[in-house]
């Protein structure tokens, strides 16, 4: 069984080394090849995933020529996907599609199964998201994840081929629903990262992550998903992992927020840009995402952590349930 995996970051290196270890033939693409390089002659992704071993059934390539297969994993970062689509539609055409970002593009304010079937790709795409570190995976520590297809058959058939004996895989047609869990989640994990690094304490970020939760089912079924999606893996599992550990980029780059910290802007952080996508969708739409939005506007730097601490805390009293 062949399966492609575009973007050898930690994630996509990691879903590499699992599948190859369960039997898959697994080539992983990365844009630089210098980078390419280095893993080919180390056997491991020194870069992005220091310390694993590459298996014999993994190959590395910078040349997307060579990724063809019949099953791809989109492992890009949320807000290249766009691009790469566009730029390599023919070379993606016909085969089954796994975006495994997590994240809305700033600018159509799509999740990555929107982009996909926007561009033509709809026949066999499908979104791979839930709680999962990249560490975890590689190790062979057990991860269950879901799978989100709007096709019956096709979701099967992948959820077939991408489990192994340290993957569970869950399926849902709900790919909206799916794929905003993993997007709205890094936002609140940001939150709960602020709590944390300001001195807050735990009973503010259990607090924050609860309401937090609640603003994730508020948008997503307004946007059309469904309620009973965002309380699996996908939407609570992943909120659960991402905002108590210290392993989610998105939860240190909170703290680094809250502590006045500095952070390194080469890291990539999904729920930064997820969180301004968030504020144009709520504003558009009328939707209340007070947490939300009080992120988008720290990652901006237009209020500082006291300020937004008070507005939240001064917002009406209300019923917690409606």
Known sequence: MRITVLGAGAFGTALAVALARGGCDVTLWARDAGHVGEMQTARRNDRRLPGV????????????????????????PMQQTAGFVTAYRGMLLGSDLVACAKGIDLQTLQGPVAELTAAGLGGGVAALTGPSFAADIAQGLPTALTLACANDVTGARLQDQLSTPTLRLYRTDDTLGAELGGALKNVIAIAAGVVIGARLGHSARAALMTRGFAEMVRLATALGARADTLMGLSGFGDLVLTCTSDQSRNFRFGQALGSGAAWNADVTVEGAATAQAVARLAAVRGIDMPICTMVAQLTERKIAVEDAVSALMARPLKKEIP
């Open 53 to 76: 071993t590459f298996p014999d059934g993994l190959s590395v390539t910078a040349e997307l020529a060579q990724a063809a297969s019949p099953t791809i994993l989109l492992a890009l």
